[in-house]
């Protein structure tokens, strides 16, 4: 920012910020704690953000990422942890020191090193949260992350509202417990996406099914994509709809939108 922003109006900060995207004002708060105050101060000021806050744990990597419209699908990276060994390839001159963590930059959002990189998940999403007054929407992560559940549902008072559990290739698990605890538990308040393998045995009841017949490529669209889905309808006790597609060793699952459902039926 080319000009002493700490000494700028409020309102003239205000339409400052709104020109900014989320990675850039994450990366404008590690300026310094006065930048970060005054981001900080700024949205909790104004009305609350329509922003989704998600918190991603994959393999060896935390991220936090956010979506700035309701409808979109894409979602924009702001903040990053990783294992302190991942930065050997930097030089240490670019990388910051501080008591907990090294801090260095991506092109286009900063990365903190973590001797612990789960702790530094847990970190980088309670900062974003912090910083943009924002709850934990969803949850993108594997097996190992499925401890960040309950992690993000004791941290707020708001449940959260989905959960995408993805395959994770550096693991061959096919075990059944953590797929268990998701789905017989109430654990998320909206959404389900699952895309890991379960093992032969696993049986999906305590899910109320209440259409048994073969729902022939369903479709469900918007401007990025078309996704066909050959399938079973269920419904859960609270009426929310989902098509399932299965075989050995694999399960998916796709949630409607109850418009959505409406219109394709």
């Known amino acids: 920012m080319p000009f002493p922003i700490l000494r700028t109006p409020f309102v003239v900060f205000s339409e400052i910020i709104s020109?900014?995207?989320?990675?850039?004002?994450?990366t404008a708060s590690f300026c310094s704690k006065k930048v970060r105050r005054l981001l900080r101060k700024h949205h909790r000021r104004r009305e609350p953000l329509n922003w989704r806050l998600y918190m991603i744990k994959h393999?060896?990597?935390?991220?936090a990422d956010i979506i700035t419209k309701?409808?979109?699908?894409?979602?924009?990276?702001?903040?990053?942890?990783?294992?302190?060994s991942e930065a050997r390839h930097e030089s240490e001159h670019e990388l910051i020191q501080t008591n907990e963590y090294k801090r260095g930059f991506s092109l286009e959002l900063p990365v903190l090193y973590f001797e612990d990189w789960e702790t530094g998940s847990e970190m980088i999403v309670d900062y974003v949260s912090?910083?943009?007054?924002?709850?934990?929407?969803?949850?993108?992560?594997?097996?190992?992350?499925?401890w960040a559940i309950d992690w993000i549902n004791n941290r707020?008072?708001?449940?959260?509202v989905g959960i995408e559990l993805l395959k994770n290739d550096l693991y061959d698990w096919c075990g059944d417990a953590e797929l268990d605890y998701i789905l017989r538990d109430k654990c998320v308040a909206d959404y389900y996406i699952l895309e890991d393998i379960v093992s032969e045995n696993f049986r999906f009841n305590e899910l109320e099914l209440v259409e048994k017949a073969h729902v022939v490529d369903d479709r469900y669209s918007d401007e990025e994509?078309?996704?066909?889905?050959?399938?079973?309808?269920?419904?859960?006790?609270?009426?929310?709809k989902a098509t399932i597609h299965f075989g050995i060793r694999y399960f998916v699952m796709f949630v409607w939108q109850r418009s959505v459902f409406q219109k394709v039926l």
């Not at 309701?70 to 302190?84: D, F, G, N, Q, Y």
């Not at 943009?132 to 949850?139: I, R």
Request: glycine share 8%; with cysteine; proline share 3%.
């Open 156 to 160: 707020q008072e708001k449940m959260l």
């Open 130 to 146: 912090d910083l943009f007054n924002l709850d934990v929407y969803g949850l993108v992560t594997d097996r190992n992350g499925i």
């Open 70 to 84: 309701p409808h979109e699908r894409k979602r924009k990276s702001v903040l990053t942890a990783k294992h302190i």
């Open 225 to 240: 994509m078309t996704r066909c889905l050959d399938g079973y309808t269920i419904q859960r006790h609270d009426g929310v």
């Open 19 to 26: 020109l900014l995207e989320p990675n850039e004002i994450v």
């Open 59 to 63: 393999e060896c990597w935390g991220q």
